[in-house]
């Protein structure tokens, strides 16, 4: 056993080691992302904590586009009265489009601003949208 701390890594030629790959302008171009929770991982104020940042960092991301869609009790996140609705607002102000179910609407009683870029659409027209996307972020 050698007790020897000596290094026998060789850097001198400057070799470069790559952690993460480097973003090119296709991994920009657009994401989609699903949300279907007011909440992540767990109802608690620590799930909530952590979508928080899930949606800071998508509204302070560089992607040239985003759509995000909202199931179930994601729509929540429309409703003023959600403590989480200001990080929306700012995601909302980022995004392309927000789309959300018009049954997740119903059944919960969202009520929201309408603007422009929120769009209530079925489920279906909602199924069939995200089937056929390749690049889709869920948040459950």
Same mark, same amino acid.
């Given at each position: 056993?050698?007790?020897?701390?000596?290094?026998? %890594?060789?850097? *001198?030629?400057?070799? =470069?080691? @790559?952690v993460m790959p480097a973003k090119i302008d296709e991994d920009m171009a657009a994401k989609?992302?699903?949300i279907k929770h007011d909440?992540? *991982?767990t109802d608690s104020d620590h799930g909530r904590d952590i979508l928080a940042g899930f949606l800071s960092n998508l509204a302070d991301s560089s992607f040239n586009s985003i759509v995000v869609y909202l199931i179930d009790k994601g +729509?929540?996140?429309? #409703?003023?009265?959600?403590?989480?609705?200001?990080?929306?607002?700012?995601l909302i102000e980022k995004s392309?489009?927000?789309?959300?179910?018009? @049954?997740?609407?119903? =059944?919960?009683?969202? +009520?929201? &601003?309408?603007?422009?870029?929120? *769009? +209530?659409? &079925?489920?279906?027209? +909602?199924? @069939? #949208?995200?089937?056929?996307? #390749?690049?889709? %972020?869920?948040l459950e």
């Amino acid at each position: 056993m050698n007790n020897n701390p000596k290094n026998d %890594l060789d850097f *001198s030629d400057n070799t =470069l080691l @790559e952690v993460m790959p480097a973003k090119i302008d296709e991994d920009m171009a657009a994401k989609y992302v699903l949300i279907k929770h007011d909440y992540y *991982s767990t109802d608690s104020d620590h799930g909530r904590d952590i979508l928080a940042g899930f949606l800071s960092n998508l509204a302070d991301s560089s992607f040239n586009s985003i759509v995000v869609y909202l199931i179930d009790k994601g +729509v929540k996140l429309l #409703d003023e009265e959600n403590p989480l609705f200001d990080k929306m607002l700012r995601l909302i102000e980022k995004s392309e489009t927000v789309i959300a179910t018009e @049954e997740s609407i119903e =059944l919960y009683n969202v +009520v929201f &601003s309408k603007t422009q870029k929120i *769009s +209530v659409e &079925s489920l279906m027209s +909602v199924t @069939e #949208d995200i089937t056929y996307l #390749d690049n889709l %972020l869920i948040l459950e």
